[in-house]
Protein backbone atom coordinates (compact mmCIF):
# COMPACT_ATOMS: atom_id res chain seq x y z
CA UNK A 1 0.00 0.00 0.00
CA UNK A 2 2.87 2.26 1.09
CA UNK A 3 4.69 1.63 -2.65
CA UNK A 4 1.57 2.10 -4.20
CA UNK A 5 1.41 5.76 -2.97
CA UNK A 6 4.70 6.61 -2.66
CA UNK A 7 4.52 5.70 -7.07
CA UNK A 8 1.14 8.28 -7.62
CA UNK A 9 2.76 10.86 -5.38
CA UNK A 10 5.62 10.08 -7.42
CA UNK A 11 3.87 10.15 -10.85
CA UNK A 12 1.85 13.73 -9.44
CA UNK A 13 5.15 15.40 -8.90
CA UNK A 14 6.41 14.32 -12.57
CA UNK A 15 3.36 15.39 -13.91
CA UNK A 16 3.11 18.70 -12.26
CA UNK A 17 7.16 19.33 -13.26
CA UNK A 18 6.16 18.39 -16.95
CA UNK A 19 3.57 21.07 -17.20
CA UNK A 20 5.68 24.09 -14.73
CA UNK A 21 8.30 22.96 -17.61
CA UNK A 22 5.75 23.37 -20.26
CA UNK A 23 4.01 26.52 -19.17
CA UNK A 24 7.60 28.29 -19.11
CA UNK A 25 8.50 27.28 -22.10
CA UNK A 26 4.87 28.66 -23.93
CA UNK A 27 5.71 31.82 -21.73
CA UNK A 28 8.54 32.49 -23.37
CA UNK A 29 7.48 31.70 -26.83
CA UNK A 30 4.43 34.10 -26.23
CA UNK A 31 6.76 36.96 -24.57
CA UNK A 32 9.26 36.62 -27.82
CA UNK A 33 6.47 36.93 -29.94
CA UNK A 34 4.87 39.99 -28.33
CA UNK A 35 8.07 41.70 -28.21
CA UNK A 36 8.94 41.00 -32.08
CA UNK A 37 5.74 42.98 -33.07
CA UNK A 38 5.99 45.77 -31.25
CA UNK A 39 10.01 46.15 -32.35
CA UNK A 40 8.50 45.81 -35.82
CA UNK A 41 6.30 48.47 -35.54
CA UNK A 42 8.20 50.44 -33.74
CA UNK A 43 10.99 50.52 -36.21
CA UNK A 44 8.70 50.52 -39.21
CA UNK A 45 7.54 54.08 -37.77
CA UNK A 46 10.85 55.11 -36.98
CA UNK A 47 12.48 54.33 -39.88
CA UNK A 48 9.77 56.34 -42.35
CA UNK A 49 10.21 59.34 -39.99
CA UNK A 50 13.84 58.90 -39.92
CA UNK A 51 13.97 58.91 -43.77
CA UNK A 52 11.04 61.48 -43.87
CA UNK A 53 9.36 59.30 -47.09
CA UNK A 54 6.56 60.05 -49.12
CA UNK A 55 3.30 58.83 -47.63
CA UNK A 56 1.90 58.11 -50.68
CA UNK A 57 4.51 55.62 -51.04
CA UNK A 58 5.68 54.36 -47.54
CA UNK A 59 2.23 53.26 -45.96
CA UNK A 60 2.29 53.62 -42.04
CA UNK A 61 0.73 50.96 -40.08
CA UNK A 62 -2.19 53.13 -39.24
CA UNK A 63 -2.30 53.92 -42.73
CA UNK A 64 -2.58 49.85 -43.68
CA UNK A 65 -5.52 49.15 -41.10
CA UNK A 66 -7.51 51.60 -43.01
CA UNK A 67 -6.75 49.99 -46.44
CA UNK A 68 -7.53 46.82 -44.97
CA UNK A 69 -10.46 47.85 -42.35
CA UNK A 70 -12.05 51.00 -42.71
CA UNK A 71 -11.74 52.51 -46.55
CA UNK A 72 -14.14 51.82 -49.05
CA UNK A 73 -12.67 49.00 -50.78
CA UNK A 74 -11.40 47.23 -47.76
CA UNK A 75 -13.47 44.31 -47.90
CA UNK A 76 -12.34 43.64 -51.73
CA UNK A 77 -8.87 44.18 -51.30
CA UNK A 78 -9.29 42.02 -47.31
CA UNK A 79 -10.32 39.43 -49.64
CA UNK A 80 -7.58 39.81 -52.34
CA UNK A 81 -4.66 39.61 -50.24
CA UNK A 82 -5.77 36.42 -47.85
CA UNK A 83 -7.06 34.60 -51.00
CA UNK A 84 -3.50 35.14 -51.70
CA UNK A 85 -2.26 34.72 -48.14
CA UNK A 86 -3.64 31.21 -48.35
CA UNK A 87 -2.40 30.28 -51.95
CA UNK A 88 0.79 30.98 -50.69
CA UNK A 89 0.74 29.41 -47.33
CA UNK A 90 0.08 25.94 -48.91
CA UNK A 91 3.24 27.09 -51.09
CA UNK A 92 5.34 27.40 -48.24
CA UNK A 93 3.61 24.11 -46.50
CA UNK A 94 4.78 21.97 -49.31
CA UNK A 95 8.47 23.75 -49.72
CA UNK A 96 8.67 23.27 -46.08
CA UNK A 97 7.51 19.50 -45.96
CA UNK A 98 10.20 18.62 -49.04
CA UNK A 99 13.31 20.36 -47.84
CA UNK A 100 12.22 19.11 -44.39
CA UNK A 101 12.00 15.34 -45.23
CA UNK A 102 14.78 15.67 -47.50
CA UNK A 103 17.23 17.47 -44.92
CA UNK A 104 16.13 14.51 -42.45
CA UNK A 105 17.33 11.37 -44.69
CA UNK A 106 20.58 12.91 -45.73
CA UNK A 107 21.08 13.88 -41.87
CA UNK A 108 20.71 10.22 -41.32
CA UNK A 109 22.49 8.63 -44.22
CA UNK A 110 25.47 11.40 -42.83
CA UNK A 111 25.60 10.28 -39.82
CA UNK A 112 25.42 6.37 -40.40
CA UNK A 113 27.53 6.52 -43.39
CA UNK A 114 30.63 8.87 -43.48
CA UNK A 115 31.95 8.39 -46.48
CA UNK A 116 28.33 9.69 -48.16
CA UNK A 117 29.30 12.90 -46.09
CA UNK A 118 32.79 13.37 -47.04
CA UNK A 119 31.44 12.76 -50.97
CA UNK A 120 27.97 15.15 -50.30
CA UNK A 121 28.80 17.79 -47.96
CA UNK A 122 30.56 19.71 -50.36
CA UNK A 123 28.57 19.25 -53.28
CA UNK A 124 26.15 20.66 -50.84
CA UNK A 125 28.01 23.88 -49.16
CA UNK A 126 28.78 24.81 -53.30
CA UNK A 127 25.19 24.79 -54.43
CA UNK A 128 24.11 26.64 -51.53
CA UNK A 129 26.44 29.30 -52.06
CA UNK A 130 24.48 29.81 -55.49
CA UNK A 131 21.90 32.69 -55.24
CA UNK A 132 18.63 30.76 -55.36
CA UNK A 133 17.44 34.14 -57.57
CA UNK A 134 19.75 32.93 -60.29
CA UNK A 135 18.83 29.39 -60.09
CA UNK A 136 15.13 29.85 -60.55
CA UNK A 137 14.78 30.25 -63.99
CA UNK A 138 16.74 26.70 -64.37
CA UNK A 139 14.48 25.21 -62.28
CA UNK A 140 11.25 26.43 -64.21
CA UNK A 141 12.71 25.37 -67.48
CA UNK A 142 13.06 22.11 -65.53
CA UNK A 143 10.08 21.74 -63.23
CA UNK A 144 7.99 24.03 -65.27
CA UNK A 145 5.57 27.08 -63.47
CA UNK A 146 3.46 24.71 -61.34
CA UNK A 147 3.20 23.66 -57.88
CA UNK A 148 6.64 21.29 -58.31
CA UNK A 149 8.41 23.99 -59.02
CA UNK A 150 7.26 25.79 -55.87
CA UNK A 151 8.09 23.21 -53.80
CA UNK A 152 11.68 22.73 -55.11
CA UNK A 153 12.11 26.36 -54.55
CA UNK A 154 10.98 26.68 -51.10
CA UNK A 155 12.39 23.09 -50.27
CA UNK A 156 15.93 24.27 -51.58
CA UNK A 157 15.83 27.36 -48.91
CA UNK A 158 14.44 24.85 -46.06
CA UNK A 159 16.93 21.81 -46.86
CA UNK A 160 20.02 23.37 -46.05
CA UNK A 161 20.55 25.19 -42.97
CA UNK A 162 17.90 22.01 -41.64
CA UNK A 163 20.49 19.52 -42.69
CA UNK A 164 23.88 21.44 -40.93
CA UNK A 165 21.09 21.42 -37.73
CA UNK A 166 20.50 18.30 -38.03
CA UNK A 167 23.54 16.65 -38.65
CA UNK A 168 24.70 18.44 -35.19
CA UNK A 169 21.51 17.42 -33.50
CA UNK A 170 21.96 13.66 -34.57
CA UNK A 171 25.71 13.39 -33.14
CA UNK A 172 24.68 15.33 -30.13
CA UNK A 173 23.68 12.37 -28.28
CA UNK A 174 25.51 11.37 -24.71
CA UNK A 175 28.35 8.77 -25.64
CA UNK A 176 27.68 6.73 -22.66
CA UNK A 177 24.14 6.18 -24.12
CA UNK A 178 25.22 5.11 -27.44
CA UNK A 179 27.91 2.86 -25.77
CA UNK A 180 24.94 1.34 -23.48
CA UNK A 181 23.03 0.31 -26.54
CA UNK A 182 25.72 -1.16 -28.15
CA UNK A 183 27.05 -3.28 -25.04
CA UNK A 184 23.40 -4.56 -25.18
CA UNK A 185 23.77 -5.59 -28.70
CA UNK A 186 22.12 -2.90 -30.70
CA UNK A 187 23.38 -1.70 -34.11
CA UNK A 188 23.86 1.44 -35.58
CA UNK A 189 20.23 1.76 -36.32
CA UNK A 190 19.23 1.16 -32.85
CA UNK A 191 21.91 3.47 -31.93
CA UNK A 192 20.13 6.03 -34.01
CA UNK A 193 16.48 5.26 -32.85
CA UNK A 194 17.25 5.31 -29.27
CA UNK A 195 19.89 7.41 -28.85
CA UNK A 196 20.70 10.18 -31.44
CA UNK A 197 16.89 10.62 -32.94
CA UNK A 198 15.64 11.94 -29.31
CA UNK A 199 19.28 14.19 -28.95
CA UNK A 200 18.11 15.55 -32.19
CA UNK A 201 14.43 16.97 -31.16
CA UNK A 202 15.97 20.30 -29.89
CA UNK A 203 17.58 20.85 -33.73
CA UNK A 204 14.74 19.83 -35.58
CA UNK A 205 12.97 22.53 -33.74
CA UNK A 206 15.73 25.17 -34.08
CA UNK A 207 15.69 24.28 -37.58
CA UNK A 208 11.75 24.53 -37.94
CA UNK A 209 12.31 28.37 -36.61
CA UNK A 210 14.38 28.89 -39.46
CA UNK A 211 12.64 26.87 -41.91
CA UNK A 212 9.12 27.65 -41.55
CA UNK A 213 9.67 31.48 -42.27
CA UNK A 214 12.30 30.73 -45.13
CA UNK A 215 9.20 28.67 -46.51
CA UNK A 216 7.25 31.38 -46.68
CA UNK A 217 9.45 33.62 -48.13
CA UNK A 218 10.28 30.66 -50.77
CA UNK A 219 6.37 30.26 -52.00
CA UNK A 220 7.19 34.12 -52.37
CA UNK A 221 9.73 34.27 -54.52
CA UNK A 222 8.54 31.42 -56.77
CA UNK A 223 4.70 33.35 -57.02
CA UNK A 224 6.67 36.20 -58.08
CA UNK A 225 9.35 34.71 -60.45
CA UNK A 226 8.04 31.57 -61.65
CA UNK A 227 4.54 30.93 -61.18
CA UNK A 228 2.21 34.09 -61.38
CA UNK A 229 -0.18 32.99 -58.61
CA UNK A 230 -0.63 33.45 -54.54
CA UNK A 231 0.25 36.42 -52.39
CA UNK A 232 4.03 37.13 -54.28
CA UNK A 233 2.22 37.59 -57.48
CA UNK A 234 -0.35 39.79 -55.97
CA UNK A 235 2.91 41.99 -54.63
CA UNK A 236 4.46 42.26 -58.14
CA UNK A 237 0.96 43.57 -59.70
CA UNK A 238 0.42 45.65 -56.62
CA UNK A 239 3.60 47.29 -57.02
CA UNK A 240 3.43 47.55 -60.83
CA UNK A 241 -0.11 49.35 -60.95
CA UNK A 242 1.19 51.72 -58.32
CA UNK A 243 -0.87 50.47 -55.53
CA UNK A 244 1.41 50.77 -52.44
CA UNK A 245 -1.37 50.16 -49.93
CA UNK A 246 -1.66 46.65 -51.05
CA UNK A 247 2.29 46.01 -51.03
CA UNK A 248 2.20 47.52 -47.93
CA UNK A 249 -0.91 45.40 -46.46
CA UNK A 250 0.34 42.44 -48.16
CA UNK A 251 3.49 42.60 -46.21
CA UNK A 252 2.15 43.10 -43.06
CA UNK A 253 -0.45 40.15 -43.76
CA UNK A 254 2.47 37.85 -44.63
CA UNK A 255 4.52 39.14 -41.70
CA UNK A 256 1.87 38.32 -39.26
CA UNK A 257 1.35 35.23 -40.79
CA UNK A 258 5.08 34.48 -40.41
CA UNK A 259 5.13 35.45 -36.84
CA UNK A 260 2.27 32.97 -35.72
CA UNK A 261 3.63 30.40 -37.58
CA UNK A 262 6.87 30.92 -35.73
CA UNK A 263 4.66 30.77 -32.29
CA UNK A 264 3.22 27.74 -33.56
CA UNK A 265 6.38 26.02 -33.73
CA UNK A 266 7.56 27.16 -30.19
CA UNK A 267 4.53 25.45 -29.08
CA UNK A 268 4.91 22.34 -30.53
CA UNK A 269 8.53 22.72 -29.34
CA UNK A 270 7.78 23.18 -25.73
CA UNK A 271 5.08 20.35 -25.68
CA UNK A 272 7.11 17.81 -27.69
CA UNK A 273 10.20 18.43 -25.53
CA UNK A 274 8.74 18.47 -22.74
CA UNK A 275 7.28 15.64 -23.36
CA UNK A 276 9.79 13.47 -25.58
CA UNK A 277 13.21 15.35 -25.53
CA UNK A 278 16.40 14.64 -24.40
CA UNK A 279 15.98 15.76 -20.69
CA UNK A 280 12.76 14.39 -20.34
CA UNK A 281 12.94 10.78 -19.00
CA UNK A 282 11.25 9.54 -21.61
CA UNK A 283 13.59 10.13 -25.08
CA UNK A 284 14.53 7.07 -24.40
Known sequence: MATTTTTTAATATSSHQLLATLGLRVGRTVLSVVASAA????LW???????????LVAKDPKAVWEY??????????????????WHTLGDAGIGYLAGTVAAVVVAVSFVLFRSVERALMPVAMMLRSVPLVAMIPVLTLVFGRGLTA?????GIIV????????????????PAASDLVVAYGGGAATVLRKVALPSALPALFVSARIAVPGAVIGALLA????????LGYYMQRAQQTFNYGGVWAAVVVI???SIALYAVVG??????????????GRGR
Do not use: M, Q
Open 255 to 257: TVA
Open 68 to 85: LFTADKAPESRKAILDGL
Open 45 to 55: YAFIAAFDLNS
Open 159 to 174: FFPSLVNLVFGLRSGP
Open 39 to 42: VIVG
Open 223 to 230: EWLATGEG
Open 150 to 154: VGVIA
Open 267 to 280: FLEAIVLTRYGPNS
